[in-house]
């Protein structure tokens, strides 16, 4: 079975403003989700309904209190967060930016994202669209997701340590992954893949 991965043949003008708007929050964003994670008592309260409905929120919250319960035996910890916007036109015509969600468990499509820019280049080009396509900013948020998890490797401090990488037994995003562990694969960081059941 072939699944085509989404994207736009075309790009979306993005205004240069809600651009540096997204950029400047999204450190903040990134301490905030970080206290969040380690606020037993808030965690609990807000997830308390979707504990008891959804079976795979359930099982990761029991983990959570596991951990807890145990103590936290890691000093380095690393969130791979991805940031959802759209744009709202307001009234006057002008443009606000619309966080949409936060993903914190599987920020995926970096290794295809890191993609897009030629296409749309490749595609303005075809179209003679020259002055457009010149205009696309370069994009390669799979060499930095396997930046931060070089980092925390290193921090970790052991060279025969592996990244585990968790997936579907029918993984849709395999080509996405594959980006992220190419690049730590050229740092010398090695990569092993596990189903969700196995661990």
Known sequence: VVSYAPFTLLPS???RALLEQAYAVQMDFNVLVDAVSQNAAFLEQT???TIKRDEFT???FDIYKQVLKEG???TVFLGLNRSDYMFQRRLDGSSALKQIEINTISASFGGLASRT???HRHVLSVLSKTEEAAKILSNNPSKGLA???AKAWELYGSANAVVLLI???????????RAIENELLARNIHVIRRR???V
Do not use: C, H, T
């Open 72 to 74: 936290i035996a890691q």
């Open 58 to 60: 359930a099982r990761l």
């Open 117 to 119: 820019p030629a296409v």
């Open 196 to 198: 969700f059941e196995d």
């Open 13 to 15: 003008r993005v205004p």
């Open 147 to 149: 930046l931060g998890i």
């Open 167 to 177: 997936a579907q037994e029918k993984e849709r995003n395999i080509f996405d992954q």
């Open 47 to 49: 997830l308390s309904s």
